[in-house]
Structures are given as C-alpha cells and as structure tokens.
C-alpha cells in the first residue's frame, strides 16, 4: 500500500504509447506480507503500452516493522516464498557457482532461419561470468538465457498437500555487460531485460539486500540459518 499516493504522478505521453510516473517525494509503502516498510525515492518510470515493456528504478531503503510475534513466522515464510526462484536469488546463486545446486537451469535461446525461438546448448555458469572479485562478478551473454527453476521448498506451506511442485521459466537479454554484487544488487539496471516469471519481480516482491534466508523446520520455527552474503 502507498501511504502517500498524492506525492506520486503519473501521465501519458503526447505519443499515447508510454505511461511515465515519477514522484514528488520519495514513496511510503507499506507490504504487511512481508512486514517490511519501503521508502522508495523514484528516479524513473516508463511502462510501453504496446508492448506491455516496464522499466523504472530508484533509490530505496527497507524498515523492518515485523515486531509482531504472532506475525513473524508468517513474515518469514512470505519472504522465502518471494526469494526464492527471484533475480536475487539467482543472481546469487551465480555469483557462488550454485546455480545447478539451487535448482536452476540455463540454456541459449537462439533464432533459427525463419526467425523462431529455439533452445540450444545448456549453460554453464563461466559462460555468463567473468572478472570474478570477492565481492563482485560482471556477467554478459551475446544470446538472450533461459533460466528455469524448480520449486523444490514444500516446508514453506503448511500443510502437505498444499504444495505442488512447479517448474518456472524465465529469460535475461544482455543490451550491455552487468556489474553485479556478491548480494545480487547490479547498479545498470537497464542493461538487462528479465522476462518470464522473474520479470514479475516488482516492488511488491522487492527484498533487502542484506536479506539472508533461513530454513523452516516442521514446527515453522527457524532451526538454521545460511551464511550471510556480504
């Protein structure tokens, strides 16, 4: 929710093709999934009304106000939920060698003569990496990825039978090489295009980077936590 949506104003171009928004003060948000408060500074905000193509950004910081014990471990299993599967955590995963280990996949997608989409080879993770620093890789890709995910978490939903596995697929275009940080943050953000599930990542979905997750045990409780990514 926007505490504050009057500070926020959005039009239509002359052209009739592109919605544009900015605001006048940094945004309130409110996600009582999550618990989290999110004041969002917003720099940028365009969203092509032909092709459905969003992009914006900015600056913004995260309050945490999950001081509620009852709604804590609900708090936590939204956001693992939210994690897992994101940019975040495949970006991550890609940064530590892992993307095979945290259940995701890559391929090329290249175009055939007639200009169709088809899947070649299988990628691996120095194919997409390189000038690889203890806190930092830039990655880079001349064809568009494929990434698909396997949901493989069922300690996240209450109950047994409420979890069904489910395969997701997504795809990163390269317009430019990324700089991105060792907790999955990357300053060019236009030099990407996501598309597929990880394109749905907005800002309802959005996590701190400091973010670490954490596993459930039968109970909900937290019996252990990951090493933090610095």
Known sequence: MIENPKDLVVYRESSGRNLIAYSVKPLIITNSSFGYKIFYDLKNFSYDLSN??????????FKDISNQKRANSRYKRNRLIAY????????????TGSVSQEKF??????????????????????????????????????????????????????????????????????????HVYNNGYYPESYNVSWGGNMSGDRIAEMLPFDFVPEFFGKDNKDIEKESPVQ
């Open 52 to 61: 459905e193509h969003l992009r914006f950004s900015g600056d913004y910081y």
């Open 105 to 178: 996949e890559m391929c090329n997608i290249e175009l055939d003569s007639c200009g169709t989409k088809i899947l070649t080879n299988s990628l691996h993770e120095n194919e997409l990496r390189f000038a690889i620093n203890p806190d930092s890789m830039t990655i880079y890709h001349f064809y568009p990825v494929l990434i698909r995910y396997t949901d493989n978490h069922p300690e996240l939903f209450p109950l047994p039978y409420v979890f069904d596995q489910k395969n997701y697929t997504s795809r990163i275009v390269f317009s430019d090489s990324l």
């Open 84 to 95: 897992y599967g994101s940019r975040m955590h495949f970006l991550r995963a890609l940064f």
